[in-house]
């Protein structure tokens, strides 16, 4: 089937594709609120009639908190599942929007034109481009150029508590040849880009308890352990002089980047000036001979996240605090394993209290680092197909964050996962006046639609 | 004028003692609340009309915020200028008092009758100790054994921002040969004190800023600047391995203590088990080769009071912030200079800052350390009379708190201060239940009776 009546097709279509996405953002689909349940499950019903309308087998199917929408259409070829999520962030603070966040708008900017509105970018404006992309296959061919299936989220902005027992329930009918996501980025502005490895997550609350009750710095000062000072030096110490953090065996099974990687980010032209000088940065503060993109993407961290003890209102108190606590997060990288870094860096802190502390620890989640499997002949198809589109050839990247479904789909349902998307670092997810570039969205359909015929091949 | 006859009517007149103390307490004049500025000029007008009902020229003297009552009784000897503060702290938590806390009660306790209430100790209870003294005084010789001023501040729960400019402008009429302070304790049970030595104050709040805005630790993580952690680290380094504090010049003009105060002090018999125990320690957290009365009295300390930065709320955020801050406060001692040591704290902060990351400081206060004038004949006079009343003989002792009343007469009037009171370390001021031993009280009046006796000699 030829490609080129397709992409044409999209162009033509771009307004109206325009406006079912404006159509989909005005739901406010806030799912970590109970108050926007209806909305939810609107916007469900909404993707389940779209879908039917171009020819998939679609359903909303239910869970203990906001539905699935689930759909299956035939094709020759391969058999690609589709993941995607149609529930937004919340919109506070609501003041700093410039508009209402779910009366969508196109509007031009000195960069170009952008849809504004929440989730335009994440998720609802991503997701579309797939559908779009499958809507212009099937209206030009009358039939897609693969088997595809269809998985959207409504409870990823919430933590995803249905995902897993869904997953597993439904692992048969969810299986497919490869997975597909859309929700990650280009690199850069023009750079399509395919995320070949995820850094994992462990998060930690450490409390430390020095006396038992607050004190009266005058009376006990100088004489009483401190728990602030206490976790200050613990703090402190988890990094050496070198940037490397210093919790036994914490590098133990990370690896360096093969050579081939390393060159291709080399070939990026990443620049530490201006992805710091965003944010009001100019040096990057990592490990000692470590490349910024390696930094980001394939070098573990330990972060404080917050910290929080004694008097912290306005004015001075003199009190010598009986708690103090912090919030940690380790991002982790392919070979370490979450659970036993828990172990190393509760023993390690325990090993650095002074006499008369007592610690706590919360567990706040651990999720290991996911890396893809580029050996699969659909990752160089793709990365093809995008690098026809784009101005720049597609790169393989890594993404310092986690994204936990497709560690989900290789673990519960043994299917790899290939993240392609098309947001932009200025997007504003999770902030005030999100929005997604109109030429993510168009070249974001193209791109689908392209991919798509790459890997009917 | 005999001093038996004086303390017998004391003994005798106990009960109607407590009763007026009782009436007292019943005034809520927490003074740092607006809506209790009647109840603080009530309070006021009480302790006038209770003076005058004693021969004192008394009167309630206006300021911008609560008023002073001063007043004065013609007597032979010496000029005695007495000091006390009629205002209370805030009582919240409300819930963890277990009676209201202005309707006060004697109480039977295991450790003998108490009398319950905000304020009974500090400072109510001691300021009505001089007042019963003089009244004993007054009822059995027809007249004071010395020439006495009494100074009531109604403002020093909530920073005395009238007493400077009052004492300014009434300096003559304030001045007396030497100034007695009431707002201090017993050491221990049983050991009557007079403190010689208060520690200053150097408050200081650091905020370190780091990104321009908070960022995502997944996007950023391993990269950027942390603040907390530049924090912590700033923090952790202010003390060495031995327990010095490490900023430049901090030590300068701090002198051992002479070895006769030393002597004195090893002899009170101080237990770091027994007083680390009540709160839940057991080992000295200062200084190496220090003691633990050196540690609270006589010693310089640096402490956390406060910390802040990041997400501090229930559960989990991966969030990079942009600022972190701290409240530190020194206790300084004789010899410090608080301004010099402010600049060079500053200057040690801003030395020991990363690369792209800024500081900006604010003042809670800076006060010096005082000594007290020991060789002025008024204070073996005062131990002695003081030890012919308690079991144990007086002591000099420090105070690792700061009252800056004691700078004030001295500094602005030219007065020495002798600091006498008989609170307990178990009396709870500034918290609920806040109690004064009947026996403090009883005793508290007796020590004064006979404190009076000895300096008209």
Redesign the interface.
Known sequence: MSLDPVLAKIDADLEAATERLMTLLRIPSISTDPAYKADCDKAADLLVEDLKSIGFDASKRPTPGHPMVIGHAEGSGPHLMFYGHYDVQPVDPLELWDAPPFEPAVEDTPKGKVIRGRGSSDDKGQLMTFVEACRAWKAVHGSLPARISIFFEGEEESGSPSLVPFMKENAEELTADIALICDTGLFGDSTPAIVTRL?G?L?E?VTIT????D????????????P??V???I???L?DETGRITVPGFYDGVEELPQEIAAQWEALGFS?AD??GE?????????DGRS?LE??WS?P?C??????????GD???????SK?S??I?F?LVPGQDPLKLRDSFRAYVTSQL???CTVEFAD??ASPASMMATDRAEFEKARQALSDEWPNAAAYVG????IPIAGYFKDILGMDAMLIGFGKDDDQI?SPNEKYDLSSFHKGIRSWARVLAALSE
């Not at 710095?217 to 352990?225: C, D, F, N, T, V």
């Not at 993404?399 to 986690?402: A, E, F, I, N, R």
């Open positions: 850094r997550l998060g609350e020095g006396p038992n009750k004190l009266h710095s005058g009376m006990y000062g100088g004489i009483a352990r401190n602030i000072r976790l200050a030096k703090i402190a110490g990094h530490n992805f710091l944010v009001g940065l100019s040096q990057p503060a990592g490990e910024g930094m980001i070098r961290t972060e404080v996240n917050g910290i929080s003890g004694g008097y912290e004015g001075f108190k003199t009190v010598l605090p103090a912090a919030k997060s991002r002074p006499p008369d706040h989640g993404c310092g964050g986690s999770h």
